[in-house]
């Protein structure tokens, strides 16, 4: 399995993909809580399922050495949200892969932090660990995570939409919209 050398810290002009810290955890279980930044989910978290996140989160960096990140804003929020890479968790027709992933505070929502810091992660992915290719997914209703994905470059194909495996058959939630980024379509990017 893929491994980065060591606990990363990436920096943007704004943003700050660091570590995760004990006191992240109340902050996160807010977030994971929250209604609004939870719509286009099942359910909001219980503060026990946060916490069984945050435990999944820090295990993905203690075996793989990367995941999604704690995300802070200098001089904005010590904790906003988080973003960052993780191993798909389930089986699908584009699996094993590594996706990128995001949640961030509504009352910091349209100014730019997700995609600059999902910028950060890319470029972690493509050119610390040499990934192939990252994917995202969400359900076509999330039109704000859609734009992230669109405004990085990711492309989708309606016939690679899927029924998610761990929603019940008939939620309304259980279609989800693939976008890919492939490595070489990034670091051609990040040339021009």
Known sequence: MLRAPEKALLRGPR???????PTDRGP??????????????????????????????????DEFGFGP???????????????????????????????????????????????????????????ALHLPQIVAFTIPANLRSLAVMQRLGMRTDVREDFLHPRLPMMHPSRMHRLYRMERQAWLLRASL
């Open 28 to 61: 996160l279980a807010d977030l994971n809580g929250d209604p609004v930044a939870m719509q286009h989910f099942p359910a909001p978290l219980t503060r026990s399922e946060s916490d069984a996140l945050a435990d999944r989160i820090e295990a993905h960096f």
């Open 69 to 127: 990140w704690a995300l802070e804003i200098p001089d904005v929020a010590e904790f906003a949200g988080l973003v960052g890479l993780m191993h798909v968790g389930f089986e699908a027709h584009f699996t094993p892969a590594v996706e990128v992933a995001w949640r961030l505070a509504p009352a910091l929502w349209g100014k730019g932090y997700v995609s600059e810091a999902a910028h950060c992660a890319f470029d972690f992915g493509f050119q």
């Open 15 to 21: 943003v700050l993909l660091r570590p995760w810290r």
